[in-house]
C-alpha cells in the first residue's frame, strides 16, 4: 500500500528492511534518520531511539520533525477502530488504504 500511495513521488523509495536502522541507513548510503512525532509520547520512546542509534552509529543523525496540528491524534489502532465500525475515513488515510482497511474490516464483521 505505501508504494502504491508513493509512487508519484519520483524520489521516494519504498524498501524493507530486517535488522538496525542504523545497519540499513549505511547500507543506503544516509547519514540522517528522519522521524515524524505526533504527541510527547512519541517523543519519549524516538528519542530513546535515536540515543540508542547514537550510541552504534555517531556518524548518523537523527532529526525529529512535529506532524501538523490536524494529525496529531492520529494512530493505526484509531483508524483501525473507525474502520471496524464503518466510519468515515476520509481525509484520515489515501483512499486506497481506506478501500483496503475497509475490505478488511467488512471480513471480520463477518
Known amino acids: ?7 508519484h513521488l519520483p524520489n521516494v523509495r519504498v524498501m524493507a528492511f530486517e535488522g538496525l536502522l542504523v545497519s540499513f541507513a549505511r547500507q543506503q548510503g544516509a547519514t540522517v534518520i528522519l522521524k515524524g512525532l505526533r504527541a ?4 519519549d520512546y ?15 543523525e537523527t532529526l525529529f520533525l512535529m506532524t ?30 481506506a478501500e ?6 467488512m471480513e471480520r464483521r463477518g
Open 40 to 43: 510527547v509520547s512519541d517523543f
Open 68 to 97: 501538523s496540528l490536524p494529525f496529531a491524534y492520529l494512530s493505526s489502532s484509531i483508524v483501525k477502530e473507525i474502520a471496524l465500525l464503518d466510519g468515515n475515513l476520509s481525509g484520515l488515510v489515501p483512499d486506497l488504504v
Open 46 to 60: 524516538e528519542f530513546q531511539m535515536a540515543a540508542m542509534n547514537r550510541q552504534l552509529a555517531p556518524d548518523i
Open 1 to 7: 500500500m505505501i508504494e502504491a500511495c508513493c509512487r
Open 100 to 105: 483496503q482497511l475497509r475490505r478488511k474490516a
